[in-house]
């Protein structure tokens, strides 16, 4: 019988450790191995910047841009390894594995920690980018 009891356990454990194993399997399998321009292009867009300055970080504006051309630097040094950039209670990262930019921050007022990421990805920057080239070319393409 306690065999039995210990099988039908072992059947209904959580999956959490298989699952996150599987996420990033995939993830590594469908990695973007980008260009240093495309990093920095992306990195230094507009949406990028508009999305730090809405952070209510309790940092300067320039402070914030400061932090991401270090990880500009760092990233582009080290493309394969996740970066981070700590200033007193706020931390800007980039995850390589997604691609994703990300932010850490205590709450004004609160006991608790916001961590937000970034949801204009890499991928985003480039089908955006994609879409922009394509609609330049045929635009050219009617002036001849």
């Known amino acids: 019988m306690s065999c039995a009891a210990l099988t039908f356990h072992q059947l209904f454990q959580p999956k959490t450790q298989v699952k996150k194993l599987d996420e990033k399997t995939a993830l590594l399998a469908n990695r973007l191995t980008p260009t240093d321009e495309q990093i920095r292009d992306w990195l230094q ?15 300067t504006n320039t402070l914030k841009i400061e932090m991401l051309n270090t990880i500009i630097k760092n990233i582009l040094d080290k493309p394969d390894k996740d970066c981070r ?21 205590k709450l004004p007022y609160a006991s608790g920690i916001k961590a937000p990421d970034c949801p204009y990805t890499l991928q985003k920057h480039l089908k955006q980018s994609t879409r922009e080239q394509s609609t330049t070319n045929k635009h050219a393409s009617h002036i001849d």
Not at 46 to 56: A, F, S, Y
Not at 85 to 105: E, M, N, P, T
């Open 45 to 59: 867009s507009p949406e990028i910047k508009q999305w730090l300055v809405k952070l209510p970080i309790g940092i």
């Open 85 to 105: 950039v700590q200033y007193s209670g706020a931390a800007i990262g980039i995850d390589v594995l997604r691609w994703q930019l990300w932010a850490s921050y």
